[in-house]
């Protein structure tokens, strides 16, 4: 497990990025996998729940994940969302506590969110479709429309994903990419396009007024450490590892 520096800085909120030992499931899926979706046995899949919230120290039950799409969907925690019933959608915002978040991956970028003034957390799955639609603007709407946050305060946490070293494209997404703003984001190399997720991620943040020094981002390569991490690209059929963060109680912090 990983922790993040920046989160860590905060009183308030539980976090951590998983990594893909330690876990019940079997190869292809070995053996923390999180993915309810992926075709592993969902036994195992509940025992890898188990134990990071026991590892963590957050009730299992009270987790809310999601059944991610690829969109720029953000829901915002409702009574109706609970373990068993994950809301359709790629980001997810609360100013409730105890109520950990999920986002799950496997090279997509896991984002982690936190604004200590007004107490609200959010998570946020982003691959190049989610940041090709700018999933992070609409998160960050929502800390301010919903939430009344002001961006100066919100600090964002991304885990490891597919790096710019691994993740070749083909020329439809170099042009898809140019038409929408985002050549810098690609680099060409003897024919070959390669693109940075992070980077555009990055851009996007700060567009938003997030603070620079507020944006951590983790820089491992999901495909380059596929030893420590699952990696769709490396492996196809495998498991997914996760972000998650809890907003404490006061009396908890
Ligand atoms: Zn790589």
């Not at 978040?101 to 090279?107: K, S």
Request: contains cysteine; aromatic residues 10%; hydrophobic residues 35%.
């Amino acid at each position: 497990m990983k922790k993040s520096k920046l989160l860590s800085t905060f009183s308030d909120n539980l976090h951590a990025f998983t990594v893909r030992s330690g876990g019940f499931s079997a190869p292809p899926y070995a053996s923390l996998n999180l993915g309810f979706h992926v075709g592993d046995n969902p036994w195992h899949v509940e025992m890898n729940h188990e134990l990071l919230a026991n590892t963590l120290g957050y009730d299992k039950k009270a987790l809310i994940h999601m059944k991610q799409i690829h969109s720029e969907k953000v829901h915002t925690v409702s009574a109706q969302d609970n373990f068993y019933n994950p809301p359709t959608c790629d980001a997810l915002i609360t100013d409730k506590r105890n109520i950990p978040l999920m986002v799950m991956v496997a090279d997509c970028s896991p984002l982690l969110f936190y604004d200590d003034e007004k107490k609200v957390i959010a998570v946020a799955h982003a691959g190049r479709q989610g940041a090709f639609k700018n999933i992070v603007t609409n998160v960050i709407k929502s800390f301010r429309d919903d939430f009344q946050s002001d961006a100066q305060n919100i600090c964002v946490s991304i885990g490891a994903s597919i790096g710019r070293c691994c993740y070749e494209v083909g020329s439809e997404i170099f042009d898809e990419a140019c038409g929408i703003g985002l050549k810098y984001a690609i680099t060409q190399k003897e024919g070959r396009y390669y693109l940075d997720v992070s980077k555009i991620l990055q851009t996007q943040l700060l567009a938003c007024g997030i603070q620079k020094q507020n944006i951590e981002i983790s820089g491992e390569c999901t495909c380059c450490k596929n030893d420590t991490y699952f990696s769709y690209r490396a492996e196809g059929k495998t498991g997914r590892f996760a972000g998650v963060l809890v907003l404490l109680d006061k009396e908890e912090a």
